[in-house]
């Protein structure tokens, strides 16, 4: 990818303007971003480009604006399905940055006019981006979920076998069930708690998100644990076998272990800048 290949297209992008637009997944230093490989596709199997600003690109591809202008876009936000498609094709194209170094991402829908909108976005927060990139440098994020295990939960009302002898007898089955339940919830959670705190000292930095929509992980069970650690390269395999030993002390609970991926939870431009499509100005 090169700087030259971002001027060969830009033309033809802003005479195209009313149709096309650009999303913007990540942002990098560009003598990273040349070493991308050439077969990397966007949205719609757009070419990827790098499109440079002094030492930062921004790693970018042309998208139909019928569906990433302002209006569309709105009302496609209100749709779970073409989130979760879009957000899943973002973190593909991410993915496919990690050999170039530290990649900063961008926030969902993160839209220019033109090149010129691209530029003017790594023009205003290059201080930020920069010492982002330095920050993160060498380290990458991983996630550890904690769910549940809806098979190991006890019957709400007990193992019962004959009938209550009275109304006064029926609740209280049901106080001791439900105070056994509370029980184990509170026991789990301090688990999950303990578990935590040990990744957290593990890792440089951490950060917990809200329980995850089963709707979108599909997974059974009630998430318990949705977080982030950020982990210095070289301690990965340390940071994995610890996550492993844990999941040992959780019985009855499901523990998942992903990464490594780029540092979208410890990253402000995950949730930050943007130029968006409606908004922005034309290039020149």
Known sequence: MSDESTHAVR???EEDGRRNLWYVYAVTRFEGAESVRQDLRGF???????????????????????????????????????VERTARGHQRVVDGLL????????????????????????TENRARFEAAIESLEGRAEWGVKVY????????????????????????????ESVRATDDASTR??????????????????????????????????QNLLNAAYLVPRDREQEFSALAARLAGRLPGQRVTLSGPWAPYSFSSTAAGATDDAEGSASGD
């Open 11 to 13: 033309k033809n992008a």
């Open 148 to 175: 549940a295990d809806p098979s190991s939960a006890a019957p709400s009302d007990g193992p019962a076998t004959t009938a209550p002898a009275s109304g006064r007898d029926y609740l209280r089955r049901r106080r």
């Open 44 to 82: 719609g199997g757009g070419q990827v480009h790098a499109v440079r600003n002094g030492a930062l690109a921004a790693v970018a591809s042309q998208v139909r604006a019928t569906d990433f202008a302002e209006e569309p876009l709105r009302s496609h936000l209100e749709d779970l399905g073409w």
């Open 188 to 221: 789990a959670a301090e688990a999950v708690r303990e578990v935590h705190d040990a990744l957290s000292a593990a890792a440089e930095r951490s950060r917990l998100h809200p329980p995850q929509d089963p709707r979108l992980s599909g997974e059974p069970g």
């Open 99 to 122: 050999s170039a170094g530290c990649v900063l991402p961008m926030r969902l829908a993160t839209v220019c006019r033109d090149t010129a909108g691209v530029h003017r976005l790594l």
